[in-house]
């Protein structure tokens, strides 16, 4: 099992032991405390690869399997359902009110941009399953998520074009659930404004938590009206009526909070609804997710069990990587106009998204700069100024203004917000600029946002946060590229530099503050290069091979497994014994036989084996099939004759170590080769030719080269240069391309060392006058090196029989390589 831990430890008392014991129970498997379900889901999640319906590669982020092992580890393996019971098995000191400890409750401290929503869906799927597969009634297939406002719905929502849980997309774009179950995941997602009765038994509603207001008389300018528009109030009374009674008929309800810091107080109208739902419907438990969860006095909720902060989030590459470009010699201004006031700032700021933009357009990206402002005044006059530049004329500046409460966003302004919101990471947004007030937070926290330029003056110096500066443009347009940097530019003035640092080190972040001329670092665009085309690789793509599909089980016959592994005569049968020693002298003082834990029951043993193999088979859910195999074999075929397993010395011969190994062993090996099938490998009809691969940005090693389609071929390290170098200059080498996920994408599947199928993606691809090799070069040889091989020389074989062209393989070692002086390709041995 692939070793994983999170060596920052952190203060908060819940999460503190939470990480040392999480992490032995990963290295032990998962097996403590867990359902069949659950282990499967785990080990589906984080141990298996996964490949998205357009070819990308994808693996969840560590910030995502830490929070749900350590929901599944509460809630599952110590079984705490209260605060007060959680502080009690983790013995941590954690102040309790015990008239507010009603129902099992997690917060999950996330960074803006580590994947909440992933962690949200991947507890519906947890829930869903072990409610339905191990029929266990402290789980529900009842859910409902609570946004904070209109905004963060939509996100979480979406619609028919950009859909996340909007008809349960999500669960379809991304491996939550294991192909064995995909027909068994039936769950009716409810929109907002969906006035329909559930069609399917398990349900999930998405709600803002303005919809359990009561809004009868509420008078226009109130913030909550702000947010959601005035209505009829016959028309209100009837909706909230409806979703009240239809919320009354779910049953133990998992309750999600997005930006949970909203619902910090007992006295809150969101807080009253989940202690409604408690009361009408009961409840499994609630997950409050926050990057902030903190009270009004600056607070940390009590019961948050995972801690993954903005310094983390930077230091793994999952956000940008955020710079302070500090100005110099900025001169004072008294005016009352902000466009005047902070003209240095706003020109600064302009100066350095041009410069991103002429480097991100290549890689059809659209970057976009966002200005903060102090109010709703100094937002227009800053938009009225940016008007004069053509790049931010008319609608390519959006103002967006605050109502009464700065942490609102005016009714006026709401539908073009909401628009702007969904639309702005589109290569069709039409906004260049956005400018808004200072607390415009949730919602907002976008891919395309490459400068913020906070405009505050010296008085606000007590009002600098993170999340309003940092958090807009933290989320990376290319999420899925893990070693690719990108980076924010903040521009600020040098008086607030001491504050800045305190704010970002507080969230574990360690600050670079730079100059403007040297904050950004472009990345290399990687894009096929004019002129080059005579060195065009085309590459024929073949489908099948190795596929896993859990139909082969039915096959899974005793009589045809391996017979007579041991002699039962000859066998001896082990009494299971308990040796007392003396610690000082070492001494053995007695040995005692203990009674034979199977003598009663020899079903036990059966099915003490029959979950080892679904274990190490990874097919859980299957023991109605496999136990009555396991069985069969034991009594008629493992000793070569048929056997009584109610005899007692029987049982103790069964016993054996190498005997329960061995059983194992079989059942494990026939399973895996009746579920991972070889099918015939079949020609597509789509090639992917070198000279069509889209342009794409490049922030580690790369390498110019004449004979390579591309501009600069990217490499992973010094090695991988010096072969593209050695390509470049050998004779007999007529073009080459880097085989990656976004150039070729050539993918071979094989069988690795855990049993798992996997997908390998050789380094490149050389063409010469006689043939096209793959070519494969390492520095250390891992334990699939063998696997890999076989099954590249079998793609090969294939291909050339389908193509009439010869391919070839070849592994080139680094020490030969490196100790060896050759001149042309064919000096290396194919």
């Known amino acids: 099992m692939k070793s994983w831990q999170n060596n920052k430890q952190s203060p908060l008392p819940f999460v503190r032991p939470l990480q040392q014991a999480v992490a032995a129970w990963r290295e032990g498997g998962y097996k403590e405390g867990t359902s069949e379900t659950t282990r499967r889901l785990l080990e589906w999640w984080f141990l298996e690869d996964h490949e998205l319906k357009d070819g990308t590669l994808f693996s969840f982020w560590r910030a995502q399997r830490e929070a749900i092992e350590h929901l599944i580890y509460c809630y599952e393996v110590l079984e705490a359902r209260s605060l007060y019971q959680l502080a009690q098995k983790l013995d941590a000191r954690v102040p309790v009110d015990p008239s507010a400890d009603k129902w099992a409750k997690y917060a999950f401290k996330m960074a803006t941009g580590s994947g909440k929503t992933m962690v949200m869906a991947m507890a519906i799927v947890w829930s869903y399953f072990n409610a339905t597969k191990e029929k266990r009634k402290d789980f529900t297939k009842h859910f409902v998520l609570i946004a904070p406002n209109l905004i963060v719905l939509d996100r979480l929502f979406g619609d028919s074009k950009n859909p996340e849980f909007f008809e349960g997309a999500i669960f379809k774009k991304f491996p939550f659930i294991p192909p064995e179950w995909s027909s068994d995941f039936q769950l009716d997602v409810i929109g907002p404004d969906e006035e329909r009765e559930a069609t399917r038994p398990a349900m999930l509603y998405l709600l803002n938590w303005q919809k359990f207001i009561e809004r009868e008389n509420v008078e226009a300018e109130n913030p909550v009206q702000n947010i959601l528009g005035p209505k009829p109030p016959s028309e209100i009374a009837v909706s909230f009526a409806k979703l009240k009674d239809r919320l009354s008929h779910l049953s133990n309800v998992m309750v999600l909070n997005d930006e949970a810091h909203r619902v910090w107080s007992e006295e809150l109208v969101w807080y009253k609804a989940i202690e409604n739902l408690y009361e009408t419907a009961g409840l499994m438990c609630q997950l409050d997710f926050s990057a902030t969860p903190k009270d009004q006095d600056g607070r940390l909720f009590a019961h948050i069990i995972t801690d993954y902060d903005l310094g983390t989030a930077i230091e793994d590459n999952i956000v940008k990587r955020p710079k302070i470009a500090e100005l110099e010699n900025v001169p004072e201004f008294e005016s009352k106009n902000a466009a005047e006031k902070y003209r240095v700032q706003i020109d600064a700021g302009i100066k350095q998204w ?25 937002a227009d006059e800053v938009a009225e100024y940016l008007q004069t530049f053509p790049e931010f004329s008319g609608e390519k500046t959006l103002t967006i203004h605050s109502g009464r409460t700065k942490d609102q966003i005016a009714e006026k302004d709401l539908a073009k917000a909401r628009k702007a919101a969904r639309e702005i990471d589109s290569p069709d947004n039409p906004h260049n600029a956005i400018v808004s007030v200072l607390m415009l937070r949730e919602g907002w926290d976008v891919k395309n946002v490459v400068v913020v330029v906070p405009l505050r003056s010296f008085s606000a110096k007590a009002k600098i946060f993170p999340e309003q500066t940092l958090g807009r443009g933290l989320r990376k347009m290319w999420p899925e590229e893990k070693e690719l940097v990108e980076e924010l530019i903040v521009i600020e003035h040098p008086e607030f530099h001491d504050l800045i640092e305190q704010a970002l080190v507080e969230q574990g972040v360690k600050v670079e503050f730079t100059s403007l001329e040297e904050a950004y670092t472009p990345p290399i665009i990687i894009q096929v290069e004019e002129g080059k085309e005579k060195f065009d690789i085309e590459v024929p793509m073949l489908s099948g091979g190795l596929t896993h599909s859990i139909k082969g089980i039915e096959k899974l016959q005793a009589s045809a497994l391996e017979k007579r592994l041991f002699d039962y005569g000859s066998l001896q049968a082990r009494d299971v014994t308990l040796r007392k020693v003396d610690m000082l002298t070492k001494k053995e003082e007695a040995r005692e ?164 199928l996997r997908r390998y993606i050789p380094d490149f691809i050389v063409k010469t006058k006689d043939n096209i090799v793959i070519v494969e070069t390492k520095g250390r040889e891992d334990v699939d090196v063998a696997a890999k091989d076989l099954q590249c020389r079998r793609w090969i074989e294939e291909i050339s029989k389908y193509t009439g062209t010869k391919w070839a393989f070849l592994r080139v070692d680094q020490k030969e390589f490196e100790k060896a002086r050759y001149n042309k390709f064919a000096e290396l041995t194919i």
């Open 354 to 378: 041009k410069v991103m933009k002429r480097t991100l357009e290549k890689a059809q990206k659209k970057p976009v700069i966002f200005f903060v402002t102090e109010d709703n005044k100094a």
């Open 593 to 756: 036989v203990l009674e034979f834990p199977y003598a009663d029951n020899p079903q036990m043993y059966i099915a003490s084996i029959t979950n080892a193999v679904l274990r190490f088979a990874r097919i859980p859910g299957h023991f109605d099939k496999v136990a009555p195999q396991v069985k069969e074999y034991i009594a008629q075929h493992l000793f070569g004759k048929k056997v009584d397993i109610t005899n007692l010395e029987t049982l103790k011969k069964l016993n054996h170590p190498k005997v329960r190994g061995a059983i194992v062993s079989v059942f494990v090996d026939a399973i895996n080769n009746l579920t991972i099938v070889s099918e015939k490998m079949k020609l597509e009809e789509r090639r992917t030719r070198a000279s069509e691969i889209k342009p794409f940005p490049w922030t580690k090693l790369a390498v110019a080269a004449q004979k390579c389609v591309l501009n600069f071929t990217p490499v992973d390290n010094d090695f991988e240069a010096k072969f593209v170098k050695f390509l470049d200059g050998a004779d007999d080498v007529e073009a080459f391309i880097k085989n990656e996920t976004r150039t070729v994408n050539l993918k071979i599947p094989y069988i690795a060392k855990d049993g798992f």
